[in-house]
């Protein structure tokens, strides 16, 4: 079976611009967590999503958003990017929303310029 | 604010030594993870420590949860260059405090290198 597929893998924009990344989750799998890791730093929680529904957002300011679709696919969409936003957008899914069962998949490299 | 203190931040050691990466908070986790990462891919799960006082050994490597859930250790003995990579803790916590739904804290991570 596939693992945690995510698109693009990397992307490069510039300040003030949009950006909306996409997950796809290991099939079966109805959570997806979203996390930013910034170059030397652990990942930082951003959103769950748990059925379509929000379950737990991280402190991240509202120009990040996220849904789920009924496919249980996701994006994280962010807007006005500034340049501290440059990251690698992790995508973990799991089976009922258990961190511990979260599966990470290979992560989109943002660079804001 | 739950935190995760990982050290040492670098370790660079020959093929062959024995290494100990250490993961410390003030807080109580129900749960601790060890990921390793390799350059620009996603962490990928090497053990789930749940029970004080737990040790699980993954051929070489050794991780044990600390007595109180607080603090966790990951041993390698014998490294090889194929160890190489970040190696990450991660305690589980819930988003509220009526629990449900969870989350990972991470640390900052250790940086191993392993030299032939």
């Known amino acids: 079976d596939a693992g945690v597929t995510q698109s693009p893998t990397h992307l490069i924009k510039t300040r003030g611009q949009h950006v909306t990344l996409r997950c796809s989750p290991i099939s079966g799998h109805k959570s997806v967590s979203w996390y930013q890791q910034v170059l030397g730093q652990g990942p930082q929680f951003i959103f769950q999503?748990?059925?379509?529904?929000?379950?737990g957002r991280g402190n991240f300011p509202d120009r990040f958003s996220a849904r789920q679709f009924p496919n249980y696919s996701s994006e994280l969409n962010v807007n006005a990017l500034l340049l501290g936003d440059s990251a690698l957008y992790l995508c973990a899914s799991s089976l009922n929303g258990k961190a511990y069962e979260q599966y990470f998949g290979p992560g989109t490299r943002l660079t804001v310029t | 604010t739950q935190l995760l203190e990982q050290s040492p931040q670098f370790l660079s050691i020959q093929e062959g030594e024995n290494l100990t990466v250490y993961c410390n908070s003030s807080s109580v986790f129900s749960s601790l993870q060890w990921y390793r990462q390799e350059p620009g891919e996603g962490p990928v799960l090497l053990v789930t420590?749940?029970?004080?006082?737990e040790v699980k050994k993954l051929k070489r490597l050794t991780f044990q949860f600390g007595d109180a859930r607080k603090d966790s250790s990951l041993h390698i003995t014998a490294a090889q260059p194929g160890d190489t990579g970040l190696y990450l803790c991660?305690?589980?916590?819930?988003?509220?405090?009526?629990?449900?739904?969870?989350?990972?804290?991470f640390g900052k991570g250790t940086k191993l290198t392993v030299n032939p």
């Open positions: 991660a305690g589980e916590t819930s988003n509220t405090p009526q629990g449900g739904s969870e989350k990972l804290v």
């Open positions: 999503y748990y059925e379509k529904e929000e379950r």
């Open positions: 420590v749940v029970t004080g006082g």
